[in-house]
């Protein structure tokens, strides 16, 4: 049993003493945006941007300028370290995407790692280990994954798969004390016999499991 997150008598006595009670989070990464120790959770359609406004946070994140501010609205108050977990797509046309945005925003390629993996599955506690280490290298104050649902093998519609999911974000929350943002798709959209679009009541993909854990 991992005795790291016990906590009782005076150690508890002093946990309590060093919490910081006047602000919800600790610390802000961004102001309104992004916090320490949470999991922030972009859920819309394929293909309507939710990677390049991924991108261009991770580039305003690790911005040489100081005071930058992200989108032009949420200020950063320092350089951050971004580990980018890119799971599908080019990786060329990603390469092309943060050159673009470097010219506009130039940053500090040390403060960011783009790690283009394929094949995790944290299903499997070997490959979630390897994963969080591979994570943990770097060090990084913000983690983006893009897209959540390839963290695993089979898809989030089911319980199991969703619980590994959650435990591995919780996992890496627990041990770097970083902000995650996770990019996700919502369900494929259907159509009438006319063509017509069929507005759902909740779009969310997956398990409910997975929104009820994030921030």
Not at 44 to 64: D, H, R, W
Not at 71 to 78: L, P, S
Not at 131 to 139: G, Q, S, T, V
């Amino acid at each position: 049993m991992d005795e790291t997150f016990l906590k009782t008598g005076a150690i508890l006595k002093t946990a309590l003493e060093q919490v910081d009670s006047t602000n919800e989070y600790a610390t802000r990464i961004v102001d309104d945006l992004l916090y320490e120790d949470t999991i922030t959770l972009i859920s819309a359609e394929p293909g309507v941007g939710k990677s390049l406004i991924a991108q261009q946070l991770a580039v305003s994140l690790t911005a040489i300028q100081p005071e930058i501010k992200v989108f032009g609205q949420f200020f950063v108050g320092e350089p951050q370290l971004v580990y980018y977990l890119q799971l599908e797509g080019s990786l060329r046309e990603t390469l092309r995407r943060f050159k673009t945005l470097g010219a506009a925003i130039p940053f500090d390629p040390d403060l960011l790692c783009l790690d283009y993996s394929t094949g995790y599955n944290v299903l499997r506690e070997s490959s979630a280990d390897a994963l969080l280490h591979r994570i943990a290298a770097f060090k990084p104050s913000v983690l983006i994954i893009d897209p959540l649902y390839l963290l695993v093998s089979g898809g989030l519609s089911k319980d199991e798969p969703a619980a590994a999911v959650c435990r591995f974000l919780l996992s890496v929350v627990n041990t770097l004390h970083c902000a995650i943002l996770v990019l996700h798709h919502t369900t494929k959209s259907s159509y009438t016999s006319s063509g017509q679009r069929v507005e759902k009541e909740d779009e969310f993909y997956g398990s409910q499991w997975i929104k009820a854990h994030v921030d």
